[in-house]
């Protein structure tokens, strides 16, 4: 499984294999801190319709309203990492601030990939990749991330148990829902505050409770490796996606992601799809 000291290539392998990888220090103790207080505040504003809405997943804070972090989304460390890694031509999505409340429950278990249309999704390079930033150390106790080694490549019973990001399991309507449970494989990943985790999209992954007296949060940022090449019809929708989000963000911060904005000037039918080809084993 992926360490903190692989090499490059090495975790290139891991993020094919298992789905993920993990580098070490990537936020300087700067931005950490700035990031840490801006959660803080965002969290302290949140009303309980929110919080009930996302029992669950924990809040859902979307990067419309981030442009202050718009330097996060273009980290040139983490873009430095992602090209050492060989993963180029990568274009920004979005980011959700999603922190899980003091004593809070489990999250189900899914995967985020928005594009099983795509031919790209059936290949070995990730057509989607996430970048999660925890803001504190995180362990079993405070709700860390679990995943599924190797569920990015092969179908899995939760193929079947019904799409993610939708109201009831959001809501955690039905606590006995099986994507709550425990499954043969799965493997715990804490991480140290200032990390980089990147992970395939396709992964399955979910969380513990978060068991303790604080909350516990963690940026997430959605790319695209090798952008220029998923159906036009990907990258389009991508494209309207992004820019319905972030269009009206301030210019400068709009400048600062400039280079990782996806762009697709084509006449294509945007398409977006959350559940693989029923053929794919």
């Known amino acids: 499984m992926s360490t903190l000291t692989d090499a490059p290539s ?4 891991l993020l094919q ?13 700067a931005l950490l801190a700035r990031l840490q207080e801006f959660s803080r505040a965002r969290v302290a504003a949140l009303d309980e319709t929110h ?3 996302q029992r669950a997943t924990g809040t859902m804070i979307d990067s419309i309203d981030m442009p202050e972090f718009a330097e996060l989304f273009a980290h040139p460390g983490a873009l430095k990492e992602l090209s050492a890694m060989g993963l180029e031509d990568v274009k920004f999505w979005k980011a959700n601030l999603i922190s899980k409340p003091p004593h809070s429950p489990r999250n189900y278990w899914h995967n985020d990939c928005i594009m099983w249309h795509d031919p790209r999704s059936y290949s070995s390079m990730p057509p989607m990749i996430f970048l999660m930033y925890y803001l504190v150390d995180t362990c079993r106790e405070n709700g860390c991330l679990r995943v599924l080694p190797g ?6 019973p939760l ?6 990001h939708v109201g009831y399991i959001n809501r955690m309507d039905q606590p006995d829902d099986p994507r709550f449970g425990d499954f043969d494989g799965e493997i715990d990943v804490p991480v140290t505050a200032g990390d980089l985790l990147i992970g395939d999209a396709r992964l399955f992954h979910a969380t513990h409770a978060n068991t303790s007296d604080a909350w516990r949060p963690v940026i997430t940022i959605w790319f695209h490796p090798f952008f220029g090449g998923l159906a036009e ?4 929708w991508l494209t309207d996606s992004h820019h319905g989000l972030h269009g009206r963000w301030p210019d400068a911060a709009k400048q600062t ?7 697709h000037s084509g006449t294509v039918e945007p398409r977006f799809t959350r559940k693989p080809d029923v053929n794919w084993k």
């Open 159 to 164: 193929h079947e148990m019904g799409e993610a």
């Open 17 to 29: 294999r298992d789905g993920f990888c993990r580098i070490p220090r990537v936020l300087d103790a």
């Open 10 to 13: 090495t975790r290139l392998e």
């Open 151 to 156: 569920t990015h490549r092969r179908r899995h």
């Open 257 to 263: 992601i400039s280079p990782i904005t996806p762009r």
């Open 51 to 53: 919080l009930n809405n």
């Open 233 to 236: 019809s990907t990258q389009r």
